[in-house]
């Protein structure tokens, strides 16, 4: 990834993942996060981990990314977009659809 893309995707990232480390954290250890997304094999969702590796980079300072943390930034970027474009109707609160997406650090209610 060259340095102008990485730079986008940081800041991209940034403004997508609106949940702090703490409340992502927290998050994380709720029932209701282990109840959604696709099983990655081991018996954790996929998003389960990304909120996991979203918690290293956020903790991490900008000159210790690495090309890895890019590419995930870039993967939970793409994730947060389209699982917004898929918004169903009404209340939001207590489903699956906000569950999955604050797994990936993204607080509908956060706007």
Same mark, same amino acid.
């Given at each position: =990834?060259?340095?102008?893309? =990485?730079?986008?995707?940081?800041?991209?990232?940034?403004? $997508?993942?609106? =949940?702090?480390?703490?409340? $992502?954290?927290?998050w994380?250890?709720?029932?209701?996060?282990?109840?959604?997304?696709?099983?990655?094999?081991?018996?954790?969702?996929?998003?389960?981990?990304?909120?996991?590796?979203?918690?290293?980079?956020?903790?991490?300072?900008?000159?210790?990314?690495t090309?890895?943390?890019?590419?995930? =930034?870039?993967?939970?970027?793409?994730?947060?977009?389209?699982?917004?474009?898929?918004?169903?109707?009404?209340?939001?609160?207590?489903?699956?659809?906000?569950y999955?997406?604050?797994?990936?650090?993204?607080?509908?209610?956060?706007?």
């Amino acid at each position: =990834m060259e340095k102008q893309e =990485m730079q986008a995707e940081y800041a991209e990232f940034n403004d $997508l993942v609106n =949940m702090s480390v703490g409340a $992502l954290g927290h998050w994380l250890k709720t029932a209701e996060s282990k109840s959604v997304g696709w099983d990655s094999g081991d018996g954790e969702s996929i998003g389960h981990k990304s909120g996991e590796k979203i918690i290293k980079i956020l903790t991490k300072k900008k000159s210790e990314l690495t090309d890895s943390d890019y590419k995930h =930034m870039q993967k939970v970027n793409g994730y947060i977009k389209r699982h917004l474009a898929q918004k169903p109707e009404g209340e939001l609160s207590d489903t699956r659809w906000h569950y999955s997406l604050k797994n990936w650090g993204h607080d509908y209610h956060n706007k």
